[in-house]
């Protein structure tokens, strides 16, 4: 069955610290695999996606995420934490045109 | 930058009562998705459109849940009675046909809470 698995529900990290959110995920094919960003009452905002080639991609707000097919994961990655990052980030897989399978999120809180 | 539009933003009603929430996705956006997002959880798909026309409605309960979608643009998804277990968060999404189809969108959500 697919899914996504994400084993951190809350991190906490202090401000202009390093970061890495975990996602592991179960697809029966080379999957499309996305991070979006949501903040407390607001809809999904989308940071990056991988769909094939370079196994690190870069998106938006200084995340970077890599591809490890052999570990069957996507883990999010930021060098540093702004106060602004404090949201929660769900990694979501899909296959072309579809359905995503989300997990259930990992929150994020940033310490001054 | 386009936007996906819902509304409305919040919506509080009580158990046996209707509800409708609104969907208008970006401007050439064929496919059009209503998830449905628990507190502590993750979206789960209700519903999909291709065009007018339902693609994959499996996890609609189809007893208190209708979506249409008639001129193959903005969507509306009814819940008639609502129920204790229907609070949550509703989010529609869009994306293109063809190529670009793979990433969706999402509106701001509407956020139910039933009492």
């Known amino acids: 069955a697919q899914s996504v698995t994400q084993p951190d529900i809350h991190i906490t990290v202090s401000e202009g610290a390093s970061l890495e959110l975990r996602c592991n995920y179960s697809?029966?094919?080379?999957?499309?695999l996305f991070w979006y960003v949501q903040s407390p009452g607001q809809g999904l905002q989308l940071l990056l996606k991988y769909f094939s080639g370079d196994t690190l991609v870069q998106g938006i707000k200084g995340f970077e995420a890599e591809f490890k097919r052999s570990q069957s994961s996507f883990n999010l990655r930021k060098p540093s934490v702004h106060w602004s990052d404090a949201a929660e980030y769900f990694c979501a897989v899909g296959r072309g045109q579809g359905n995503l399978i989300f997990g259930k999120g990992t929150k994020l809180s940033v310490k001054p | 930058e386009a936007e996906v539009a819902q509304s409305p933003r919040y919506k509080i009603t009580e158990k046996s009562q209707a509800v409708a929430f609104w969907c208008d996705p970006i401007?050439?956006?064929?496919?059009l998705y209503w998830y449905r997002q628990i507190l502590g959880q993750g979206p789960e798909l209700l519903v999909q459109f291709q065009d007018e026309s339902v693609v994959d409605d499996s996890q609609l309960p189809k007893d208190r849940f209708s979506a249409e979608r008639l001129k193959g643009v903005d969507s509306t998804l009814k819940i008639q009675p609502a129920e204790l277990g229907d609070s949550a968060m509703y989010l529609c999404?869009?994306?293109?046909?063809?190529?670009?189809?793979?990433?969706?969108?999402f509106g701001p959500g509407t956020r139910l809470l039933v009492l």
């Open positions: 999404a869009s994306s293109l046909e063809g190529a670009g189809s793979e990433t969706q969108y």
């Open positions: 697809y029966g094919a080379t999957p499309y």
């Open positions: 401007s050439g956006h064929a496919t």
